[in-house]
C-alpha cells in the first residue's frame, strides 16, 4: 500500500491562505476598482471633448453612461456624509450655532438646484480651467445638493433625542467630546442615518437631468450620464429610450442596493438601542462573504486597528457636552443675546440687500403676484404631505417591524423614491392636452412622487430603530389597536416622522419647479404656482425675477419650518425621548 505524502502547513500559516471566499470576494473589489478607475480617468479629459462629444441614444452606451452617473452621486455621497457629521454635529451641540445653523437648513434645503447650479458652475469650472473636472465637480455638488440636508436633518434629529441615560454613562466613562463623537453621537444615529442616506441617494436621481446639463451664459456643457440620455431622449419623444433609461436604472439600484446598502443595513443592526436581541435580524450575503473571507479580512485588519485608535484618541477638540449643559451664567446670557443680535442684523442686512436689487428691476406688483404663486404651491404641499402621511406610516412600520419585508421592499422603494418625474412627462403632457384638464390639479401628484418616500423612509428607520424591549412589553400589557398606535408607535417613531415630513415639505418645494411647469418635445404644460414662475423665469435667464422666485420660496419653506415643524421638534426631544 502506497502513503501519499502530503505537505504539512502549520495552522498559522493556514491562517494566510485565502479561502474559497476570498476567490468569490477578490473579483468583486478589483473589477469595482477598475470600472471606477476608468471613470475617473474620463474626469481629466479636455473639457473641449465634451463639446464635440453628442449624446446618443444608443442604449449600447448606456452602461458607460450609468457608471458615469453612479460615481457622481457617490462623490456627492461621500461629500454629504462629511458634511452631515460636522454640520449636525455643531447644530446640535451648541445652542448658539443652532440659531444660526438650523434656520440657514432650512434656507438650503428650500433653494432649488437649478438656483444652486447658475451661481456655482463658473466657479468650478475656473477651479479646474480647460478640464471636463470642473463640469464634474459642479455636477457633483448639485447632486450633493439634493442628498445633504435630509441626511443632516436625520443626524441631527438622532443626537437632539439621545437618551440621557447613555450621556450619562458616557459623562460618567469620561469620555472626552472627540471619543463620544465616536462612540455615542455616531453609533446611535446610524440605523436612521443608513436609511436616509439611501433615500438621498435615490432622491439624487430626481435632479440629476438638471445637474448633467450645465449651462454657462449661451453655452450649454452636458455630461454623459443616465440624465442627459433622459433630457435628449425627452426632447426628441423617442418613448423606447425611455424605456432603457428606466432598465438601466433598475439595474443600477439592484447592484448598489446589494453590494452597498443591505450591507449597511445589516452592519447597522448591531447599534439598534435594546437589551433583548431581536428575533429576525436584517441580513446580506455580500456581508456574510465579507465576513468569511481569511486574506481579506487579514488586509482589512490594520485599517481597522488604525479606525478604532482615532476614535479612542483624546483629541483636544473642544465642544459643548450637550445643548442643555452649556454654562447660563450672567457673561453667557449676555453673549446670546449679543450673538441673537448680529444674527438679527446680518438677517436684516441679507433681506435689505435682496429686497433691493429685486425693487430695482421688478415692480411692487409682481412681488405681489409671486406670493400670490407662492400660496398656491403651499397649498398643494400642504396637501400632499398630508395624504402621503396617511399612506405611507402604517406601511412604513409594517415594513419596518419586519426585517425579512424590509430587505424585499427595499430595492423596490430605491427605485420607486429614484423615479424621476421627468419619465412621466409624456403621459401627462399628452393626457393633459388631449383632454383638455385641469394643470393645477393634474400636475400636482408630480411633485410628490419624488418626495413622499422621505417619509416612507424615516418611518421605515424609526421603525427599525424601535427597541425590542418596548415591543414585547406592549405585547405582555396585550396593548393593541389604536392603543398600541398612539401610545407605543407613533411616539416612538415621531422624531424620525418630523424629520422625513421636513426634509419631504422642502423637497416638493423643490420638485415643484420641475413638476408645475413640464415639457415632452415642443408641448409645454405649466399650471399656477412659484415652481412654475421659477421654471419660466430660469428659462428666460431673467435673473432679477429668479432671485425674486428663490427668496420667496426660502421665506415660505423657513416659515412653515418654524411654525409647524419646528414645535414637533421640540416635542420629540422634550417628551418622546427613549429613556
Known sequence: ???????????????????????????????????SSSGIRQTWAPLADLHTEVISLDPSNLPEYALRTTLRMLAAMVAS?????????????????????VPMLDILQSVPVLGYISFTVTFFLA?????????????????????AW??????????????????????????????????????????????????????????????????????????????????????????????????????????????????????SDKFRLEDTVSQAAPESWVLNVIQRTRAIQLLLRPLGKLLRTIARMRMPISL??????????????????????????????AAWKIVTFVLSEVGGPEILRVFGLGLITLVRVIVLIAIASVIWVPLGVLIGLRPKLAERIQPLAQFLAAFPANLLFPIFVVLIVHFHLNADIWLSPLIVLG????????????????????????????IRGWQWWRQVMLPGIFPYYVTGAITASGGAWNASIVSEYVQWGDDKVAAHGLGAYIAQTTAAGDYPRILLGIAVM??????????LWRPMYAIAENKLRLN
Open 150 to 267: 435630509n441626511m443632516t436633518f436625520s443626524f441631527y434629529q438622532s443626537m437632539r433625542t439621545q437618551p440621557r441615560d447613555l450621556s450619562e454613562v458616557a459623562v460618567n466613562l469620561r469620555l472626552s467630546p472627540w471619543q463620544r463623537f465616536w462612540k455615542l453621537d455616531v453609533p446611535y444615529s446610524m440605523p436612521g442615518l443608513i436609511w436616509n442616506m439611501m433615500m438621498s441617494m435615490s432622491g439624487g436621481w430626481f435632479f440629476v437631468v438638471a445637474s448633467e446639463a450645465i449651462t454657462v451664459g449661451d453655452k450649454t456643457v452636458t455630461l454623459p450620464g443616465i440624465g442627459a440620455y433622459l433630457a435628449t431622449a425627452i426632447l426628441q419623444r423617442d418613448l423606447g429610450a425611455v424605456g432603457w433609461v428606466i432598465l438601466a436604472m433598475v439595474v443600477v439600484i439592484v447592484i448598489y442596493d446589494q453590494f452597498l446598502f443591505r450591507p449597511m443595513v445589516a452592519w
Open 320 to 349: 459643548p457636552a450637550a445643548i442643555h449643559s452649556e454654562s447660563k451664567s450672567a457673561l453667557s446670557r449676555v453673549i446670546d443675546w449679543l450673538w441673537a443680535a448680529l444674527l438679527v442684523v446680518l438677517g436684516v442686512f
Open 127 to 147: 477651479l479646474f480651467p480647460g478640464r471636463v473636472l470642473g463640469a464634474e465637480c459642479a455636477a457633483i455638488f448639485a447632486i450633493f445638493t439634493s442628498q
Open 554 to 563: 426660502a421665506l415660505f419653506v423657513v416659515l412653515f419650518n418654524r411654525l
Open 451 to 478: 418626495t413622499q418616500w422621505y417619509i416612507l423612509f424615516n418611518v421605515i428607520a424609526g421603525a427599525t430603530a424601535f427597541p425590542n424591549d418596548f415591543k414585547e412589553a406592549a405585547t405582555n400589557f396585550r
Open 81 to 101: 456624509l462629511i458634511f452631515t457629521l460636522v454640520y449636525g454635529t455643531l447644530a446640535a451641540k451648541s445652542r448658539r450655532a443652532e440659531k444660526l445653523l
Open 1 to 35: 500500500m502506497t502513503r501519499v505524502a502530503r505537505p504539512f502547513i502549520p495552522a498559522t500559516a493556514r491562517r494566510l491562505l485565502p479561502n474559497r471566499w476570498d476567490f468569490i470576494a477578490f473579483p468583486i473589489i478589483i473589477g469595482f476598482l477598475m470600472v
